[in-house]
């Protein structure tokens, strides 16, 4: 082997390697979790803002690795993007989350699901099929589902995308734009999107407490998702001032560690039973 000398170098590239080695374990595991049932969803709930009442729940998916544990979707969803396995994972993803939803609507609050929809998911010409078959195969009702995708997703492919959410939409599925505001989408796109909810990223949230100009930001938003006839779900929100906040705006639904962290299935039942206390 080539002599590199003792010096940084050689130590910084066993690390690339020893880095390299183990994303390319952790894509072999992956596409065997998928398979093994090693994947889980956590839910988030959303919330009223005004009753405290809960109108839903958001998936989440986590890893849990034999030997590393807990992974969160940092860890691993930006890897499936790269290699294509996203879609296999979204689409285990969406059938889990329905199935779920579809026990919960022996409550009386009939929650609904949210389930993040990747752009890869999205361009296939099957997604509408995949969606529809989620659906009958769990006996969910189409308008308890929210597929939530961000701005890039949409306005990347407008012309494929449009229709096919449009054709969903016809079913009485929800749209939502997720982290609305860190993409670059103008507002003029906005309104000729076929979308029903618009949630509001967690960087806004963050300054209304302590900003006045993060503040009216995130008010004129907020303003115009009502404008436009969306619902608005505040996202990230971690403490009463900013409840107290976007209830004094009129925001109808937040999210946030405030009211719940993501919970597994169990928790889930838990919060449907204990009584809103807020
Ligand atoms: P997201 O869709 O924006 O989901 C919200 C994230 O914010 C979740 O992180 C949630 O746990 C976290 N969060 C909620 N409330 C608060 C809060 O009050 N404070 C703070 N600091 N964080 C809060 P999580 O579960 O780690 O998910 C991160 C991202 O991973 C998600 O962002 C989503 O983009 C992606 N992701 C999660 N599940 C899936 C999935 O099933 N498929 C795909 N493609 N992506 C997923
Ligand atoms: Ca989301
Ligand atoms: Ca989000
Ligand atoms: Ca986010």
């Known amino acids: 082997a080539k002599d590199r ?7 910084y590239d066993s690390r690339l390697h020893a880095e390299a080695l183990d994303r390319l374990e952790l894509r072999a595991d992956l596409q065997r979790a998928i398979f093994q049932n090693e994947l889980v969803l956590h839910y988030q709930p959303t919330v009223e803002l005004e009753t405290g009442r809960i109108t839903g729940f958001e998936a989440l998916v986590r890893w849990q690795h034999p030997v590393r544990g807990l992974l969160s979707p940092a860890s691993f969803v930006p890897m499936a993007e790269e290699t294509g396995l996203v879609v296999q994972l979204n689409t285990w993803v969406l059938f889990q989350a329905c199935r779920f939803a579809a026990v919960l609507q022996n409550d009386w609050r009939r929650p609904t699901m949210s389930v993040n929809i990747s752009a890869q998911q999205l361009v296939r010409t099957d997604f509408v099929e ?9 006996g969910l009702s189409a308008d308890r589902l929210t597929l939530e995708i961000t701005e890039s997703v949409v306005l990347q492919d407008l012309e494929d995308v449009v229709p096919r959410l449009s054709q969903l939409r016809d079913r009485g599925i929800r749209v939502a734009i997720d982290d609305f505001g860190t993409g670059y989408s103008s507002l003029a796109y906005l309104t000729e ?10 960087s806004f949230i963050d300054r209304v407490a302590s900003d006045a100009q993060g503040a009216s930001v995130t008010e004129a938003i907020i303003s115009m998702s009502h404008t436009m006839n969306l619902s608005t779900v505040a996202e ?11 209830r004094q705006v009129r925001c109808p639904i937040g999210q946030g560690y405030y009211w719940s962290r993501p919970v597994d299935e169990n928790g889930v039942h838990d919060l449907l039973t204990r009584p809103t206390n807020e």
């Open 5 to 11: 000398g003792p010096s940084t170098v050689a130590a």
């Open 130 to 138: 995949q969606v529809n078959r989620a659906l009958s195969e769990s």
């Open 193 to 202: 999107l076929p979308i029903d909810v618009l949630k509001v990223d967690k």
């Open 236 to 246: 990230g929100v971690e403490v009463a001032e900013q409840a107290a906040w976007l």
